[in-house]
């Protein structure tokens, strides 16, 4: 057998035995090894996809991620215009409810500066809890006779907006409040009748200080707090000599003012007494001076002061 592969290789002649020359052979070996590598390529080809099918598929797997993307950010988009309209409608509110507090507050003002101490009566009286009985109460029975009555107007921030003068409190939403001019205010106003005849009326005006001015000292959110008051008792309460003026008194305390004078004061400084300013209520930046409420009481205390430092 070893002679026969050995006179194949060398390429004899064929023999009896059937074996082929070396040249026939390797025509017969370059064929069947064209064909099996046509057959490879040909299964090769049949496991990969097509281009076509490849290009096909990421054109759709790259659109479904482009439409994913697309509603996410228009999901994002409407959340964050949601969001808007909402702080601008609680702003919005909140800056109606100021104007509204302060145009009150104005009316207010007007009707309790009609009253005269010491001459108005029992029917302007009547007519002044009639038109403000909504807002008003009385301190206990009233009659013609003695009547205590007290009108509230106020507009109040929820009190997670109200911040906290605290150590340690930051205080960020007060904060930003100062900033977009919202803020806690009241009106407040009353009067006294005694024997058919008003005898004392008040009023005042109180808003919250911005919180760069609040004292860690107290555990209350301090307002900006001035009231006036006229009452036929002037003199018995104030009797010091040593006063610069004979019908009327100011004294200061944390945060605000109080000023009080007598129906015998001249008219045109009762009236500025009574002259409170109410930008306080709506303007944008905070109000920290009690003379940006009511100039006359601090011209008056300012007056006062320096005397006393002259003494």
Not at 81 to 94: C, E, I, K, P, Q
Not at 121 to 131: A, D, I, L, S
Not at 283 to 304: F, H, N
Request: proline content about 5%; overall charge positive; charged content about 20%.
């Amino acid at each position: 057998m070893l002679q026969h592969f050995s006179n194949w290789f060398r390429g004899k002649p064929q023999t009896s035995s059937g074996y082929f020359p070396r040249k026939s052979h390797l025509t017969y070996i370059r064929r069947h090894y064209i064909n099996s590598r046509h057959a490879v390529t040909q299964w090769i080809a049949a496991l990969e996809p097509a281009a076509d099918t490849v290009a096909a598929w990421r054109s759709e797997y790259g659109g479904v991620l482009l439409l994913f993307m697309k509603a996410v950010l228009r999901w994002c988009c409407q959340f964050l215009f949601a969001v808007l309209v909402v702080l601008a409608a609680v702003w919005g509110s909140g800056e109606a409810s100021q104007w509204i507090l302060r145009w009150r507050a104005e009316k207010l003002l007007s009707d309790v500066r009609t009253l005269e101490v010491g001459r108005s009566g029992w029917p302007e009286v009547q007519q002044t809890m009639n038109k403000w009985g909504r807002w008003g109460a009385p301190k206990d029975s009233c009659s013609a006779t003695s009547c205590t009555y007290s009108i509230d107007l106020q507009q109040t921030l929820p009190s997670i907006l109200g911040g906290s003068p605290g150590d340690g409190a930051k205080n960020w939403l007060p904060r930003l409040l100062n900033c977009i001019g919202l803020r806690s205010a009241a009106a407040r106003a009353g009067f006294t009748m005694q024997h058919g005849v008003v005898s004392e009326k008040w009023f005042g005006e109180q808003v919250t200080l911005p919180v760069r001015d609040w004292s860690r000292s107290v555990a209350y959110v301090p307002y900006l707090s001035v009231s006036s008051h006229s009452t036929v008792r002037f003199h018995d309460h104030t009797r010091d000599p040593d006063q610069i003026f004979t019908n009327r008194l100011v004294r200061a305390y944390p945060y605000g003012l109080n000023a009080s004078f007598s129906p015998d004061e001249e008219a045109s400084e009762q009236a500025m007494l009574m002259d409170f300013q109410f930008f306080c209520i709506t303007q944008l930046a905070p109000c920290e001076d009690v003379a940006d409420i009511l100039p006359e009481g601090w011209r008056t205390l300012q007056m006062e002061q320096q005397q006393q430092r002259t003494r």
